[in-house]
């Protein structure tokens, strides 16, 4: 599985933004995407996470409300809006897969270690 990351950028304080994630290579429809992002000094943190199937959606409590995960299945492209962005939002979002069946037990799609794809990170900065 091979995974692109586009869409980021440089926005003000309560613009919207979305970030895309392109899957290529073995069939995507048993894995599970997400988005987590890092910044500078610190730890890459879970955002949103999409199953294939669509049966998984969950958000971090930071992202509810402002950010909405989706797939585009034909496009095989995940796509992640961001809206009301905060400076505190800035960082670099990162998409990952796994296969659901190495992430089975409830939530393990938030931790980082479970995800074996990675896309190469793409800039989002919020200005105040």
């Known amino acids: 599985v091979q995974l692109q990351a586009s869409g980021g950028g440089l926005v003000q304080a309560g613009d919207s933004l979305r970030v895309s994630c392109e899957v290529s290579g073995r069939a995507a429809k048993d894995v599970m995407m997400a988005w987590f992002r890092q910044a500078p000094g610190t730890e890459r943190e879970f955002v949103s996470v999409?199953?294939?199937?669509?049966?998984?959606?969950d958000y971090a409590d930071s992202a509810k409300g402002r950010f909405t995960i989706s797939s585009d299945n034909s496009k095989n492209t995940v796509n992640l809006q961001l809206t009301s962005l905060k400076p505190e939002d800035s960082a670099v979002y990162y998409c990952a897969a796994v296969y659901q069946e190495y992430c089975s037990e409830p939530g393990c799609y938030r931790d980082s270690l479970q995800y074996h794809y990675w896309g190469q990170g793409t800039l989002v900065t919020v200005s105040s």
């Open positions: 999409i199953s294939w199937n669509g049966e998984i959606i």
